[in-house]
T-cell receptor, first 118, second 112 residues
Framework: GAGVSQSPRYKVAKRGQDVALRCDPI?????LFWYQQALGQGPEFLTY????????KSGLPSDRFFAERPEGSVSTLKIQRTQQEDSAVYLC????????????????FGEGSRLTVL | DQQVKQNSPSLSVQEGRISILNCDYT??????FLWYKKYPAEGPTFLIS?????DKNEDGRFTVFLNKSAKHLSLHIVPSQPGDSAVYFC???????????FGGGTRVLVKP
């Protein structure tokens, strides 16, 4: 498909397990973002890549969270030793760099990976 | 510290009438403002945006108004249709290409 693809769509993990969530952005999109959306709340920024460079990881809640984008396309968000408070929908979004004159700030989101930690 | 706030968690409106969604922000560095729409089990989809150099942007049935002095923006949907029933998120960024800060969302129900 032409959109942002995320897998798995649903993941159930036991507390303490490690999980890996994958994001396949729109082809050619330079920027890639990860967001965490808790139930009933708005998405919260986790981290940002421009090509393979992780330029901002200020939103990662702890050192258990790690993201990578080694070849500047597919990205993986890894959560080690999952805790119940990690239960959320993890959204990936991508965008192309545009000139400031016509930039709308639009991010294209995937459908998300819903993580439930028991 | 919520930098973007949507104080109305829900809104119910009759089909054909106007829906008005409000959003307040605290960070005066925000330069771009966007509205996203989200259906259940789907990712947010972009609706409309406005940069801080404008005070109004219109796209079909959707109009966004920005009041910089009040740090307030609103989204008007007219006429509202049943297919508009969704959660709407307000978002802001300090610069082009930068991360978005989202509000908590407003659930809109358009009654036929």
């Amino acid at each position: 498909g032409a959109g942002v693809s995320q897998s798995p769509r649903y993941k159930v993990a036991k507390r303490g397990q490690d999980v890996a969530l994958r994001c396949d952005p729109i082809s050619g999109h330079v920027s890639l973002f990860w967001y965490q959306q808790a139930l009933g709340q708005g998405p919260e920024f986790l981290t940002y890549f421009q090509n393979e460079a992780q330029l901002d990881k200020s939103g990662l809640p702890s050192d258990r969270f790690f993201a990578e984008r080694p070849e500047g396309s597919v990205s993986t968000l890894k959560i080690q030793r999952t805790q119940q408070e990690d239960s959320a929908v993890y959204l990936c979004a991508s965008s192309s760099l545009k000139g400031l004159a016509d930039y709308t700030g639009e991010l294209f989101f995937g459908e998300g990976s819903r993580l439930t930690v028991l | 510290d919520q930098q973007v706030k949507q104080n109305s968690p829900s809104l119910s409106v009759q089909e054909g009438r106007i829906s008005i969604l409000n959003c307040d922000y605290t960070n005066s560095m925000f330069d771009y403002f966007l509205w996203y729409k989200k259906y259940p089990a789907e990712g947010p989809t972009f609706l409309i945006s406005i940069s801080s150099i404008k005070d109004k942007n219109e796209d079909g049935r959707f109009t966004v108004f920005l009041n910089k002095s009040a740090k307030h923006l609103s989204l008007h949907i007219v006429p509202s249709q049943p297919g508009d029933s969704a959660v709407y998120f307000c978002a802001a960024a300090v610069a082009a290409g930068n991360k978005l800060t989202f509000g908590g969302g407003t659930r809109v129900l358009v009654k036929p």
